[in-house]
Each structure stands twice: as structure tokens, then as C-alpha cells.
């Protein structure tokens, strides 16, 4: 089983990846908008990507178990 260290990283991946994201489909926003649109079929290939990634580790991280919860000491 992994770690608390590898967890943490795929979540940052994760949060990584929604950044991208964003700015993907910004970029692709901008591309449909543009006169030279030869950008926009390696945006939106490259978004598509991404959204895939993002949800296999998202389901992932969520068949991942909570961990140990901090008992109250009650």
C-alpha cells in the first residue's frame, strides 16, 4: 500500500491537472475566436486528453480509503 506522501502528490497532480484544464479551455476559446484557427484542433485534442487523465485519477484518489480518523478521545 502507498503511502500518505504519494496520496498527497496525486492530489496535487490532480489540482495541477484542473489548472491546466482551465487554461486549456481559455486557450481554446481563444483559438475558435481567432482568425487562424489551425490552433484549435491541437487545443481541443490536448483538452480532451486532459479531461480523461483527470478523471482516472480522480477515481482513483476516490477508491482510495479516508485513512485513520482522529478519535476524540471519548
Given at each position: 500500500?502507498?503511502?500518505?506522501?504519494?496520496?498527497?502528490?496525486?492530489?496535487?497532480?490532480?489540482?495541477?491537472?484542473?489548472?491546466?484544464?482551465?487554461?486549456?479551455?481559455?486557450?481554446?476559446?481563444?483559438?475558435?475566436?481567432?482568425?487562424?484557427?489551425?490552433?484549435?484542433?491541437?487545443?481541443?485534442?490536448?483538452?480532451?486528453?486532459?479531461?480523461?487523465?483527470?478523471?482516472?485519477?480522480?477515481?482513483?484518489?476516490?477508491?482510495?480509503p479516508a485513512?485513520?480518523?482522529?478519535?476524540?478521545?471519548?
Amino acid at each position: 500500500m502507498r503511502g500518505p506522501g504519494w496520496i498527497r502528490g496525486l492530489r496535487e497532480e490532480a489540482r495541477q491537472l484542473r489548472c491546466e484544464i482551465d487554461r486549456l479551455e481559455r486557450d481554446l476559446i481563444k483559438a475558435a475566436n481567432s482568425k487562424a484557427k489551425c490552433n484549435l484542433h491541437d487545443v481541443a485534442h490536448t483538452l480532451r486528453w486532459q479531461k480523461a487523465r483527470l478523471q482516472r485519477l480522480e477515481e482513483c484518489l476516490a477508491a482510495m480509503p479516508a485513512g485513520k480518523i482522529a478519535s476524540d478521545g471519548s
